[in-house]
């Protein structure tokens, strides 16, 4: 089992380009989350999803952010029109379980870290 | 809302040395889970620890231990015999039972000197 795969690793866009971060999960596990860290800070939650669902997005921001976590391959975190204060490094994380199961488990991947010039 | 503070942004200790990390939460739930995350300089987030809060015992992994302090609302971090292998940011996080999501403290930047 290889881990939850995140790629690219390192995103160099410029200012007003299109990110798109994607993440496999590990094998087995069918809810996906999406956190943030900026530079010297914790994590953020921004997004949970399941199989073809989007269940919380509640931490994602509003406009240029979204996600997806198709039937077939990885989830997409897609940023359009990218600004230097959405530099930072994007983790996505999986777990086999519901968090109404109470588990609460999660693999995180490498992360993937996005520069904007 | 739910809160972590982890109000020690840096420590440094000596290899071998045992050291405690810091971390209080503010919560209205009953059923939750407490997690301390190690990051090393490759940025992968490793699970390091984890307590549920309905249990009294707390939670050991070989070296790391936690104090688990409910009415307190204190988790601190207890890493005894530390490594070179140690040096990392050190997250606390919360979550409770049926939360979508992890809320992070800001981090303690541990550095294990020989």
């Known amino acids: 089992n290889a881990g939850v795969m995140q790629n690219p690793r390192h995103l160099v866009r410029r200012r007003g380009q299109e990110a798109r971060l994607r993440c496999s999960p590990m094998?087995?596990?069918?809810?996906v989350y999406w956190y943030r860290q900026l530079p010297e800070e914790g994590l953020k939650f921004m997004v949970y999803?399941?199989?073809?669902?989007?269940?919380?997005e509640s931490g994602m921001p509003k406009e240029r952010f979204s996600a997806e976590f198709p039937k077939e391959g990885p989830s997409i975190l897609r940023i359009q029109q990218v600004v230097r204060g959405d530099s930072a490094a994007y983790f996505c994380?999986?777990?086999?379980?519901?968090?109404?199961?109470?588990?609460?488990?999660?693999?995180f991947g490498a992360g993937s870290r996005l520069t904007v010039l | 809302a739910q809160t972590v503070t982890q109000s020690q942004p840096e420590m440094s200790v000596q290899e071998a040395e045992t050291v405690t990390l810091s971390c209080t939460y503010d919560?209205?739930?009953?059923?939750?889970?407490l997690f301390w995350y190690k990051q090393p300089p490759s940025r992968q987030m490793i699970l390091v620890i984890r307590?549920?809060?309905?249990?009294?015992q707390n939670a050991t992994e070989n070296r790391f231990s936690v104090n688990f302090q409910k009415a307190a609302k204190s988790f601190s971090l207890k890493i005894s015999d530390s490594q070179l292998g140690d040096t990392a940011m050190y997250f606390c996080?919360?979550?409770?039972?049926?939360?979508?999501?992890?809320?992070f403290g800001q981090g303690t930047r541990l550095t294990i000197n020989p």
């Open positions: 994380a999986s777990s086999p379980f519901a968090p109404s199961s109470g588990a609460n488990v999660l693999t």
């Open positions: 307590q549920e809060a309905y249990k009294q």
């Open positions: 919560t209205s739930e009953n059923n939750y889970y």
């Open positions: 996080a919360f979550t409770f039972q049926g939360a979508q999501k992890l809320v």
């Open positions: 094998k087995g596990h069918s809810h």
């Open positions: 999803l399941q199989k073809e669902n989007i269940i919380d």
